[in-house]
């Protein structure tokens, strides 16, 4: 399976520790993005990178966050002192951004459901 | 208001049926447009990509952008029990079309 992946698929943990997720993209590409999405709502934003340099973050990626992707391959989402306002499936999407300006498409992992008790 | 509403359903219907699912916007910069698909417990999959206004056809799916009046719209043709799904309409979010915004999404139920 060349898709985009992610792990764990679930975390179960208590509020106050800290948890972290690692997406890998398809291969060849060069963007990667993080969403959140909770129930009934469509995904939010919250980064991006192209290659290893972090582009853009959201007012939603308070500072208890951190995303890396430090070899422009996987990327890893860390959560510290987890609140229960965090619980949501954290999405990550890659894609291959071509220097004509057209909106690249982007393809989705299964995600990490995350519950903070 | 957000950039970007949608009537989060459910639409219930019979198989067989013609799906009408409809998004609106409020930044007239928007220049493209998409449709994913979520089943449940699962991450979206891109089913459609439109830019500026027209239709695009794709199968029994067909995407409609009405700029002027801020609303795009995917029809579903003879719709099927596997068509269950949430749909969820995006945009991206700045000039760069690196970041989307979506909608809450639809869900839709397809009764056999």
């Known amino acids: 399976d060349t898709g985009v992946s992610q792990d764990p698929r679930h975390k179960i943990t208590k509020r106050g520790q800290n948890v972290t997720f690692r997406c890998d993209p398809i291969?060849?590409?060069?963007?990667l993005y993080w969403y959140r999405q909770t129930l009934g709502q469509g995904p939010e934003f919250l980064t991006y990178f192209q290659n290893e340099a972090q582009l853009e973050k959201s007012r939603l990626l308070s500072d208890r966050f951190s995303a890396e992707r430090p070899k422009g391959s996987f990327s890893t989402l860390e959560i510290q002192r987890t609140e229960q306002g965090d619980s949501a499936m954290y999405l990550c999407?890659?894609?291959?951004?071509?220097?004509?300006?057209?909106?690249?498409?982007?393809?989705f992992g299964p995600g990490t459901r995350l519950t903070v008790l | 208001q957000k950039e970007v509403e949608q009537d989060p359903g459910p639409l219930s219907v019979p198989e067989g049926a013609i799906v009408s699912l409809n998004c609106t916007y409020s930044n007239s910069a928007f220049q493209y447009f998409m449709w994913y698909r979520q089943y449940s417990r699962k991450g979206p999959e891109l089913l459609m990509y439109?830019?500026?206004?027209g239709n695009k056809e794709d199968g029994r799916f067909t995407a409609q952008v009405d700029k002027s009046s801020k609303y795009i719209s995917l029809f579903i043709r003879d719709s099927q029990p596997s068509d269950s799904a949430t749909y969820l309409c995006?945009?991206?979010?700045?000039?760069?079309?690196?970041?989307?915004?979506f909608g809450k999404g639809t869900m839709l139920l397809v009764s056999p």
């Open positions: 439109t830019y500026s206004s």
């Open positions: 291969s060849e590409h060069n963007r």
């Open positions: 999407a890659s894609s291959l951004a071509l220097d004509s300006g057209n909106s690249d498409t982007q393809y």
């Open positions: 995006a945009m991206p979010l700045n000039s760069g079309y690196s970041t989307l915004t």
